[in-house]
Structures are given as structure tokens and as C-alpha cells.
């Protein structure tokens, strides 16, 4: 395996993504705009509107609550456990575009041929092909946890003079991107190369990225403490996956598959 | 370098119910091999078993001693040209030629030399910094060509090459496969046009229906092709039905008292001397003689 191939592979393919601000500007566009819009909304309805919302609606038993939408706790857990789970998450579904035109995108221009006539490996083929998703996926995920833990360290220095990020789950939680990335990036490049086209590769992707969800679902319903321990399991879980994954792509992918 | 360069042996392919190439045996030779045959008959997809595309449903396929499906440095030494042009249009001529060229271990000086070089020759040099999806087909074709030659492989496959390509782009790519194939390389060269191997003085296999149905050369083939035939005679200037009748040949033309074209039924290749000889006495000019396609048809139908 030679790493200059798959670097190879990988810059091509991402400079066919940006070759044109109509296929990365709304892949970046939407992610950003989410760690931008999502903590500046929340946290600023809660800690300023809660309780003008809370009388427009009638509801008056909320105002015994409403001291504590003001608190530092509040706006840890909330940007932690709910605006976290979701920019990690984010960049994740919106590279998995990339993964999914990755082969069936190749078969239906009709460039695999050409790819495959060269002397490239079928592991580098994949490894190349995963990066060029896993690469945009992880480097958006950290200018969104940028652009987001900025907005509320500003909204928290603003309400009580001081700053909340980063603290440990949060680092840890940037730092579970790339193992939380790989696993749905590698599935979707593997469909990719079993699929017809890019529409039936981009249907599957759709119902694959689901499952990211749940991490958002289940801290929002309070079904998983977003905690430093609970992270490093994660992390430790998602590594072994990751690694199972992959030996088993790269078993499962047939050269062959690409033109047939 | 190992020879013969390709080693076919009971190669069978087959997709599904479908058998593409059955039981085909073939070694090549030395310089330009002519792969003929009509549409499906199973030409691509033996260049695409050669170049390890596909692998064998059974028998083997060794390049230069190597199986290309499962080895993959042998791929180095090889290049193909396919019958679409594969190239990423989003990218432009000049990142599509360092990517392939990279991967063959050329360094961008290189490739972009040789590139130049090529694509000068072809008068496509222009287009060095254009995307290719602003490209017309043909120059596509000529930077796929570009692309196929640059690592200057050892086995070189040619599905088509001078398809879209103006005459004299044809005719370079046509002289380069000659130079290239007196450089000890080998060629295989896979077209369903007669015209296109009436240029070359050399090896000729001809598939039909996924089987070889004949290994001879180029010119051993126009006696059994040109048989009970038909050529299309162009004139430089307008010819009266009466010089045709004169020809003594049977002939078919458009309505009209004097016509600019006429297609003529023939025996045997040797008909075409005596056909023309009558009309330079008539005073006719000719300007030029088309073979009625498709003549590949006609062979594969008599030996299958």
C-alpha cells in the first residue's frame, strides 16, 4: 500500500468537489449555518425570550422554571448535550454525499475504467475514496465546534462574565468526530461501489445516516449523559468498529463491481 | 520484457446468462495486433479481461507473465484506451493527466512535457488548462489517448482510438501505433471497421460471438471480406449513367442524369482494379473508394 496514491485518489476527488460551489458550497453551507444559527437562537431565546414565550403561550407554570434558564449549568448541559451532539453529527451527514458519488459516481461518468486500468490497489482505491469524505466531514466539524463554542463562551461572558467551553466532554466530543465519522463514511463508500448509479447510492445513504441521529435523540431525551467517561467508551467502541469495518470493506469490495 | 506479452488461455467470460467470451486462446505478437469484429462480439470486454478489469469466469489472462486481474503492479506496464473517453470532466485537461501520470510515477515536469508534446502533435495543446467537460468529444479523445501513452506502457490496448478524432488526428494516432509497435511493444488494437484495418499491415484476429473465428493477418483477409461486395466510387466531377453502363458492373446511383457517387457490385477485391481501370477510360475522376460497411458482419456470418 502506497500512501501517495491514496493521496492520489483523495485530492482528485476533492478537487472535483470543489471544482464548483454548487456541490460544496451547500455540503459546508449547511453545517455552518447550523453552528452558527442553532446556538445564537437557543441559548438567546432562553436566557432573554423564555420567559415572554413562556406568557404567549400561557404557560404559567413555567415561570418557576425560568430562573433557571438563566443559569450557567442550564447553559452548559444545553450546549453541550444538545448543540454538540448535533454539529458532530452534521458534517457527518452532509460528507456523506461525497461518499456516496464516490464509485457510483466513477461508474455512472464512466471513469472507473480509467481508474481501475491504473496500478492502484483495491485498498488504496478505498482508502482514497473514504478520505475524500472522511476529510471534509472532520475539518467541518471542527470549524462548526469552533464557530459554535465561540458563540456561546461570547453569550455566556455576556450574561455572567465568563466562559463555559471548552470544558472535557466537549473535547472529547471533538475529538470522537473522526471515529464517529469513519463508520458511516466507510459503509456509504462500500454501497457506493455495489450500487447501479448515484441516486440509488444517495437513497441508501439517506436511511444509512439515520442512526447518527440517535447520539442527538437520545442526549436530547435525556437518554445519555454526554459525560467524559461516556465519551471515552464511545470513542473506545467506535475505534473497534471502525477497524472491523473497514478489514470487512475491504474484503467485500470487488474491483469488478465497479464496471459490471 | 516477457514474449508473448499476452497469454490468453480458454478464457471464458460470462455475466450472468450471458457469455461474452467463450473459450478464446490467443498470444500475442510483436507490434500492432488488430482485434475485428462486429458489435458484440465480445472485443471490449477481452481488452477489458486483458487490462484485469474483469476477471476470468474460468481459463486465465497473464500480461507479461503476470496475472493483471490479481496482480496489480503489472498495471503499471499497461494502459488502456476505452471506447468512452474517462476522463473527469470537472477537472481540467491538465489535472486529469498529472492525476493518471502521478499514479504512474511520472513527476508533474514529466507529465506535463510529455503531455504537451502529445497533445501539440494532435493540436490539442490549447486546451492544456481547460476543463474537460468544455471539451468537443474528439478532443476528449485525443487527451484519453494522451493519457493511455503517457507512462509509455509496454502492453498498450486501444478500444477504438481514432473514434470522433478528424483525419489527420487519425492519421497521427494511426502512424504512432505503427512507430510504437516497431518499439517492441505490443499493440492490441480492437475496431469493427474495415477501413480502419485496411490501414495496417498486420496481425488480424476476428471475434464473433465471443469466439475467435479467425487469426490471419490484414491483407489475408480481403479475398473471404471483399466478396460479393459493394464499393462506393466518389467522383471529382458529376459522371453520366451512360459512363457507369460502360463499366460493365452492376451499379446503383441516386435519381438523376449525372451523379457524383455510384455504388458498385463487385465479386472480389480484385474487381476494384478492373472497376476502376473502366471508369479512368470512361473519363471519369475518381476521388475516392468506400467499402460498404458492414463487411465485418459478412465474414463472421460465412465462418460462424
Redesign the interface.
Known amino acids: 500500500m502506497k500512501l501517495?496514491?491514496i493521496y492520489?485518489v483523495t485530492?482528485?476527488d476533492l478537487?472535483?468537489v470543489f471544482?464548483?460551489v454548487l456541490i460544496f458550497g451547500p455540503m459546508f453551507g449547511i453545517p455552518l449555518a447550523f453552528a452558527i444559527v442553532l446556538p445564537l437562537l437557543s441559548i438567546y431565546i432562553a436566557v432573554h425570550e423564555a420567559a415572554n414565550i413562556a406568557l404567549a403561550i400561557k404557560l404559567t407554570n413555567v415561570s418557576s422554571a425560568l430562573p433557571a434558564f438563566k443559569s450557567i449549568a442550564f447553559m452548559e448541559y444545553f450546549s453541550i448535550n444538545i448543540l454538540g451532539p448535533i454539529t458532530m453529527t452534521m458534517p457527518i451527514i452532509t460528507s456523506a454525499v461525497i461518499a456516496a458519488d464516490s464509485f457510483a459516481g466513477e461508474k455512472e461518468?464512466?471513469?472507473?475504467?480509467?481508474l481501475?486500468?491504473?496500478?492502484?490497489?483495491k485498498t488504496e482505491l478505498l482508502l482514497g475514496k473514504i478520505l475524500a469524505s472522511f476529510l471534509p466531514a472532520v475539518i467541518m466539524a471542527m470549524i462548526a465546534f469552533g464557530i459554535y463554542g465561540a458563540i456561546v463562551n461570547y453569550l455566556s461572558f455576556q450574561q455572567f462574565h465568563m466562559f463555559i467551553l471548552p470544558t472535557m466532554p466537549w473535547l472529547l466530543m471533538l475529538f470522537a468526530v473522526p471515529f464517529l465519522a469513519l463508520a458511516p463514511i466507510s459503509i456509504v463508500v462500500l454501497i457506493s461501489s455495489h450500487v447501479k448509479g448515484i441516486k440509488e447510492a444517495q437513497q441508501l445513504t439517506s436511511l444509512l445516516v439515520l442512526p447518527l441521529l440517535i447520539l442527538p435523540f437520545a442526549s436530547l431525551l435525556g437518554l445519555a449523559s454526554l459525560s467524559a467517561l461516556f465519551m471515552l467508551y464511545l470513542i473506545l467502541f467506535l475505534t473497534i468498529f471502525d477497524i472491523i469495518l473497514f478489514c470487512l470493506s475491504n474484503v467485500v469490495f470487488r474491483?469488478?463491481s465497479l464496471?459490471? | 520484457m516477457t514474449y508473448p506479452a499476452v497469454v490468453v488461455k480458454n478464457l471464458y467470460k460470462r455475466f450472468g446468462n450471458t457469455v461474452a467470451l467463450n473459450d478464446i486462446s490467443f498470444r500475442s505478437v510483436n507490434g500492432v495486433n488488430i482485434i475485428l469484429g462486429p458489435n458484440g462480439a465480445g472485443k471490449s470486454t477481452f481488452l477489458r479481461c486483458v487490462m484485469g478489469l474483469f476477471k476470468p469466469t474460468s481459463g486465465s489472462v497473464k500480461v507479461l507473465g503476470k496475472k493483471p486481474y490479481f496482480d496489480d503492479m503489472v498495471r503499471k506496464k499497461i494502459a488502456m484506451l476505452s471506447d468512452n473517453y474517462a476522463l473527469y470532466d470537472f477537472l481540467t485537461v491538465k489535472q486529469n493527466l498529472k492525476f493518471f501520470g502521478n499514479l504512474y510515477k511520472l513527476s508533474n515536469g514529466q507529465v506535463y512535457s510529455k503531455s504537451l508534446a502529445i497533445l501539440k502533435e494532435l493540436g490539442a495543446s490549447q486546451f492544456f488548462n481547460r476543463k474537460v467537460v468544455e471539451l468537443s468529444r474528439g478532443t476528449k479523445q485525443k487527451v484519453a489517448f494522451c493519457r493511455a501513452i503517457l507512462n509509455e506502457p509496454d502492453v498498450l490496448l486501444l478500444d477504438e482510438p481514432t473514434a470522433f478524432l478528424d483525419a489527420s488526428s487519425s492519421e497521427w494516432i494511426r502512424d504512432f501505433i505503427v512507430n510504437y509497435g516497431q518499439k517492441k511493444k505490443t499493440v492490441l488494437f480492437v475496431t469493427q471497421k474495415l477501413d480502419e484495418v485496411s490501414r495496417f499491415n498486420s496481425r488480424l484476429v476476428i471475434l464473433k460471438d465471443g469466439r475467435i473465428i479467425e487469426d490471419t493477418t490484414t491483407y489475408n483477409i480481403y479475398a473471404k471480406i471483399i466478396k460479393d461486395s459493394s464499393v462506393l466510387i466518389r467522383f471529382a466531377r458529376p459522371v453520366t449513367i451512360a459512363k457507369l453502363k460502360h463499366t460493365g458492373f452492376k451499379f446503383e446511383i441516386m435519381k438523376g442524369n449525372t451523379v457524383s457517387s455510384a455504388k458498385f457490385y463487385i465479386n472480389g477485391y480484385k474487381d476494384v482494379n478492373r472497376l476502376t481501370e473502366e471508369l479512368i477510360k470512361n473519363k471519369a475522376f475518381i476521388l475516392g473508394i468506400d467499402y460498404i460497411e458492414p463487411l465485418v458482419e459478412r465474414i463472421s456470418g460465412e465462418n460462424g
Open positions: 501517495i496514491n492520489q485530492l482528485k478537487r472535483e471544482s464548483s461518468r464512466k471513469t472507473s475504467e480509467a481501475l486500468a491504473t496500478p492502484l490497489t474491483r469488478e464496471i459490471t
